[in-house]
């Protein structure tokens, strides 16, 4: 099974409007965390927002917020006020800990990501 | 500081050939990691390091290899390109406390003939 879930292969919004990307992800850890990151046709990957299972409230920075449903297992992207710039493809990553030589290393599972478009 | 940085940033190889693909990083991070991305796929994991000398594969480590004499770098080897290995690689790393982000090199892009 897919441990974490993007169904929206691509999306369209226009310019100044907010939207939402999906993500499900599938864990029996009862510690994790999930990412998003912003791949823009330059190819960089660019970290942009984490939420951890313990963090009681949902993450927040500038204009990205991760609304987090624990019980639906759901950790979906909110953009607000959507910019040209915005125009990339997204990912969601779960961490979840390796216990690899009791190292604390966590491995980072990816979606398949979700490529949005801004239109002017 | 310069991050993460991986060379060459691309690279084409006949079948069979052999190749390292570098990653270096300045911020003193334990914890380094390599990826590749094909189309449609995401990231997946190859092979991860928690520390010079310790190594472990990811979820397809097959046809590379991993050392880490450093803390700095950590090198992915290609034993005998395949095309099947025609792909972005990014290499990743972090610190062993505080956040959990991964910072990214920019990636090496592949091709195998």
């Known amino acids: 099974a897919q441990k974490i879930t993007q169904t929206q292969p691509g999306m369209f919004v226009q310019e100044k409007e907010a939207v939402t990307l999906d993500c499900t992800y599938d864990t029996s850890d009862q510690s994790y965390g999930l990412f998003w990151y912003k791949q823009p046709s330059s190819g960089e990957m660019i970290f942009l927002i984490y939420q951890g299972s313990y963090d009681e409230q949902n993450a927040t920075e500038g204009r990205y917020s991760l609304n987090f449903q624990k019980a639906r297992k759901s950790a979906n992207l909110v953009i607000s006020a959507s910019q040209l710039g915005d125009s990339a493809m997204y990912f969601c990553?779960?961490?979840?800990?390796?216990?690899?030589?009791?190292?604390?290393?966590?491995?980072?599972?990816f979606g398949k990501g979700t490529m949005l478009l801004v239109s002017p | 500081n310069a991050g993460v940085t991986q060379t060459p940033k691309f690279q084409v190889l006949k079948t069979g050939q052999s190749m390292t693909l570098q990653c270096a990083q300045d911020?003193?991070?334990?914890?380094m990691s390599w990826y590749r991305q094909d189309p449609g796929m995401g990231l997946r994991l190859i092979h991860y390091s928690v520390g010079a000398g310790i190594t472990d594969q990811g979820e397809v480590p097959n046809g590379y290899n991993v050392s880490r004499s450093t803390t700095e770098d950590f090198p992915l080897r290609l034993l005998s390109a395949a095309p099947s290995q025609t792909s972005v690689y990014f290499c990743?790393?972090?610190?062993?406390?505080?956040?959990?982000?991964?910072?990214f090199g920019p990636g090496t892009r592949l091709t195998v003939t």
């Open positions: 911020m003193n991070h334990e914890y």
């Open positions: 990553a779960m961490r979840e800990a390796s216990s690899f030589m009791n190292s604390g290393y966590s491995t980072l599972t």
């Open positions: 990743a790393s972090r610190g062993t406390s505080g956040a959990y982000e991964q910072y």
